[in-house]
């Protein structure tokens, strides 16, 4: 029951700090532009990009990565053409509210509370520790999850910083509240001896 408590006061901290990233600072933005031309843009996307899912353009497809013609084909496309990572999703009918996503982005939040709540409460560490240990876990998750896209993807460094600013101080902040829950109960050990 100590670590779920201390997951949800952790989510809790991490939902509200991305709160504020997304809607009071410019971290949650960084690295996004608006096109030129919008219009123009959704139209080549509706009709060349018909199905959602993940498109990289240009395109090679695996199976032809061992065909020198193809290669030299994908090749010319990639010096003289834009990189696109594109994600596409059906139209947004619900584009007024956000309860939805809200909702699942709590529920991912305490998840990944439990777990730094679980891990944390599994160490002898006292506050400082834990608190240095739950930011730990937003950079890990940073590392492995989202600067793999800069690489691969050439995702902008600027989204680079500000994810890592807002999984860093975001968990860093969750951690406050996990370790001092945690830590309650040693420090009413010690007040009883």
Same mark, same amino acid.
């Given at each position: ?63 032809k990565m061992n ?27 619900? /584009? ?79 951690? /406050? ?17």
């Amino acid at each position: 029951m100590r670590i779920a408590v201390a997951a949800l006061f952790g989510a809790i901290v991490i939902f509200l700090w991305q709160f504020v990233s997304h809607m009071l600072l410019p971290i949650g933005e960084m690295g996004f532009r608006a096109p030129q031309n919008e219009s123009v843009v959704l139209q080549a996307a509706s009709s060349g990009l018909q199905a959602p899912g993940v498109y990289l353009l240009p395109w090679l497809a695996p199976e032809k990565m061992n065909d020198p013609a193809a290669v030299k084909d994908w090749t010319d496309r990639a010096k003289q053409n834009p990189f696109l990572f594109v994600v596409v999703a059906p139209p947004n009918t619900l /584009v007024t509210s956000m309860v939805p996503e809200l909702a699942r982005q709590f529920v991912i939040n305490l998840l990944g509370a439990l777990l730094v709540a679980f891990l944390l409460a599994a160490t002898a560490w006292g506050f400082g520790m834990r608190v240095l240990g739950a930011a730990i876990f937003g950079v890990f998750g940073w590392l492995l999850d989202i600067v793999p896209l800069w690489n691969w993807y050439k995702f902008p460094t600027d989204y680079m910083i500000g994810n890592l600013l807002d999984q860093g101080i975001g968990w860093l902040l969750a951690g /406050v509240v996990i370790a001092w829950w945690l830590g309650r109960r040693r420090a009413r050990r010690a007040i009883t001896l």
